[in-house]
């Protein structure tokens, strides 16, 4: 695995990308920075971490046959893989917040950013930038609900051998892309996701809040919801989420 540490860049993610377009990048090429300036979360939304204190990082993967079409399975496998990071280091319980926040009871804990490099119909390269709030112990009210692994555990986590540990684990789960196996990979993610099949509140995109429970996720990523009427309805980023958080 190779490793690039940086004091201080805009974004990981741009930073390795741009890497990518000048020469090849060997796959799990990693670039982790103590500070970003310009952190990215999904629809333009901003990464905040205090300096060295957290793990920003982004990491190259390169694939040969992975189509456009199933893209989402890369998002269901890093939001996994970064789910059982942390859960062999705290006793909180931990869940995936469709489509790939990790959260630690109700509180944001890692946020996944992936952009895809396309060629034709199939995913080149994929940048899967991630932000883990590890220790971290005072956030701005401005970001919303936010912890940390030291505020759950109490324990100073080492961030050189947690980010071992994630990279091991990405490994582990985009190794079910490589062979084809999404169904598995799936019900994975589905047994992992926050209030799957469980009634809930929810807030639509003009502020109505209804009750529903999640019933599944599309291969596009879309989220699945059931009404109280038993009918269901697709939802993409932003139209959707969830009353209580």
Same mark, same amino acid.
């Given at each position: 695995?190779?490793?690039?540490?940086?004091?201080? %860049?805009?974004?990981?993610?741009?930073?390795?990308?741009?890497?990518?377009?000048?020469?090849? %990048?060997? &796959?799990?090429?990693?670039?982790? @920075?103590?500070?970003?300036?310009?952190? *990215?979360?999904?629809?333009?939304?901003?990464?905040?971490?205090?300096?060295? #204190?957290?793990?920003?990082?982004?990491?190259?993967?390169?694939? #040969?046959?992975?189509?456009?079409?199933?893209?989402?399975?890369?998002?269901?496998?890093? =939001?996994?893989?970064?789910?059982?990071?942390?859960?062999?280091?705290?006793?909180?319980? %931990? @869940?995936?917040?469709?489509?790939?926040?990790?959260?630690?009871?109700?509180?944001?804990?890692?946020?996944?950013?992936?952009?895809?490099?396309?060629?034709?119909?199939?995913?080149?390269?994929?940048?899967?930038?991630?932000?883990?709030?590890?220790?971290?112990?005072?956030? =701005?009210?401005?970001?919303? *609900? @936010?912890?940390?692994?030291?505020?759950?555990?109490?324990?100073?986590?080492?961030?050189?051998?947690?980010? @071992?540990?994630?990279?091991? &684990?990405?490994?582990?789960?985009?190794?079910?892309?490589? *062979?084809?196996?999404?169904?598995?990979?799936?019900?994975?993610?589905?047994?992992?996701?926050?209030?799957?099949?469980?009634?809930?509140?929810?807030?639509?995109? %003009?502020?109505?809040?209804?009750?529903?429970?999640?019933?599944?996720?599309?291969?596009?990523?879309?989220?699945?919801?059931?009404?109280?009427?038993?009918?269901?309805? #697709?939802?993409?980023?932003?139209?959707?989420?969830?009353? =209580?958080?």
């Amino acid at each position: 695995m190779n490793i690039i540490k940086l004091n201080a %860049i805009d974004s990981t993610n741009s930073y390795l990308k741009g890497l990518a377009v000048k020469s090849f %990048i060997e &796959s799990y090429t990693v670039v982790i @920075a103590e500070h970003q300036t310009e952190g *990215r979360g999904q629809m333009g939304t901003t990464w905040v971490s205090d300096n060295g #204190k957290n793990l920003t990082f982004s990491v190259l993967i390169n694939f #040969k046959t992975f189509k456009v079409q199933d893209q989402f399975y890369l998002s269901m496998a890093v =939001s996994l893989a970064v789910l059982n990071s942390v859960k062999m280091n705290v006793k909180t319980p %931990i @869940a995936i917040k469709w489509p790939n926040d990790i959260l630690a009871g109700k509180d944001k804990l890692a946020g996944i950013l992936i952009e895809n490099v396309l060629s034709g119909n199939f995913i080149k390269q994929s940048i899967v930038g991630i932000g883990l709030n590890v220790n971290q112990q005072v956030f =701005s009210n401005s970001i919303g *609900r @936010a912890t940390s692994l030291k505020m759950i555990s109490g324990i100073n986590f080492d961030n050189d051998l947690l980010l @071992a540990e994630i990279i091991t &684990s990405i490994r582990y789960f985009v190794g079910y892309i490589e *062979r084809n196996e999404f169904k598995q990979l799936k019900v994975l993610y589905l047994e992992s996701l926050y209030q799957f099949n469980k009634p809930t509140m929810f807030e639509d995109k %003009i502020g109505t809040v209804f009750l529903g429970k999640i019933v599944d996720v599309f291969e596009d990523g879309k989220l699945v919801v059931e009404f109280e009427n038993e009918k269901t309805h #697709k939802f993409n980023l932003k139209e959707i989420k969830f009353a =209580s958080l």
